[in-house]
């Protein structure tokens, strides 16, 4: 399994968008996919059309009970589309890793997230890790866990600063780890169009240098249209420009594999050294310990792709829009 993190503390830089997106784009692929939420906002669920309302169970009651918790097996895990699984989050997240609490006084503080993904990993061949936006327990978590970063990288110039610290906290604490981690910058919210985004490209090549991903993941409305909606790309809107930035990113990535941890994984009920080989072996893979996300995905009214192209769309997406606000 090929775990890779999705981090910046700077907020507004398309981290989340590009975790869930590139998550959902892999799962269409036929690659099982595990998306963690580990941002306390729980926005990958929102994303995906689970409601904080129904979430009784987050990872972080996973990584408190510890990688023997029952949870993994039934409990935690829900699945949005076919071969994407997303391991969600609760605000209960933030206590769990605030100073005095569970995760600050257990021993193995840092690990806790590693030895949870180290007993899923027979069951996926992907993990994208949606982390916080700041620099602390669960991103340390993310971090030790992970094979690769992926600094998604607003074009502007105060994104492009606060990207340099960024690159460099994390290979500080990569090295404090004692991990090997490769690091991938990718420039978000590009405006093809505007001179400025142009220059931050030119500045973030010349900054970044081969850490670059030769993708970009543009500004699109459907986006943001798509998060409304509380679907991926693929399934709100599969043919778009949205969809073909990630299809790029996602086929780079593919392309160009890292040497994985978790390499030596294989398909589900098969590695007899597993403590999870007698279940999955009963187990239809890789549909395994979910729930499905029936309709309606969030507790609101949801609208059609054609509904909201019609003439009354504009109105309709803002009432949404204030109902969405209401269900958070």
């Known amino acids: ?3 890779i993190a999705v981090v910046n503390q700077k907020g507004g830089s398309g981290k989340t968008t590009t975790a869930v997106h590139l998550a959902a784009v892999l799962a269409a692929r036929k690659q099982r996919t595990l998306l963690v939420d580990l941002d306390p906002q729980g926005h990958c669920g929102l994303a995906l059309g689970i409601a904080p309302a129904r979430i009784e169970k987050g990872i972080e009651d996973a990584m408190q009970q510890g990688s023997g918790t029952a949870l993994l097996d039934d409990g935690l895990f829900w699945e949005p589309a076919a071969n994407l699984v997303l391991a969600p989050c609760t605000i209960r997240l933030a206590a769990f890793e605030a100073p005095g609490g569970p995760l600050a006084e257990a021993h193995d503080r840092d690990r806790r997230l590693s030895a949870i993904l180290d007993r899923v990993a027979p069951r996926f061949e992907w993990c994208i890790i949606d982390c916080p ?5 669960l991103v340390f978590n993310a971090l030790r866990a992970c094979d690769e970063a992926l600094i998604p990288i607003e074009t502007g110039y105060f994104a492009l600063r606060a990207a340099e610290r960024q690159v460099a906290t994390i ?3 990569a090295d404090r780890l004692q991990r090997a981690i490769a690091i991938r910058v990718l420039p978000t919210l590009v405006r093809k169009d505007s001179p400025s985004s142009q220059h931050i490209l030119t500045a973030i090549d010349r900054t970044f240098g081969n850490t670059v991903i030769p993708a970009m993941i543009r500004e699109h ?3 943001r249209e798509a998060a409304g909606f509380g679907q991926a790309i693929t399934e709100y809107a599969p043919t778009s420009e949205a969809r073909r930035d990630f299809e790029w990113l996602a086929e780079w990535l593919i392309t160009n594999p890292v040497e994985a941890q978790r390499s030596e994984g294989v398909s589900a009920g098969t590695d007899r050294t597993n403590p999870d080989a007698p ?5 239809a893979a890789p549909r395994t310990n979910t729930r499905t ?7 609101v009214e949801t609208l059609s792709v054609n509904q909201a192209q019609s003439p009354t769309a504009e109105n309709r997406l803002a009432e949404l829009a204030e109902r969405l606000r209401a269900a958070r």
Do not use: S
């Open 133 to 137: 936006p700041h620099i602390g327990l």
């Open 221 to 223: 409305d459907v986006l």
């Open 1 to 3: 399994m090929r775990v």
């Open 171 to 173: 290979r500080a604490v």
């Open 293 to 299: 996300v029936d309709p309606p995905l969030i507790e």
């Open 279 to 283: 279940l999955m072996a009963k187990l």
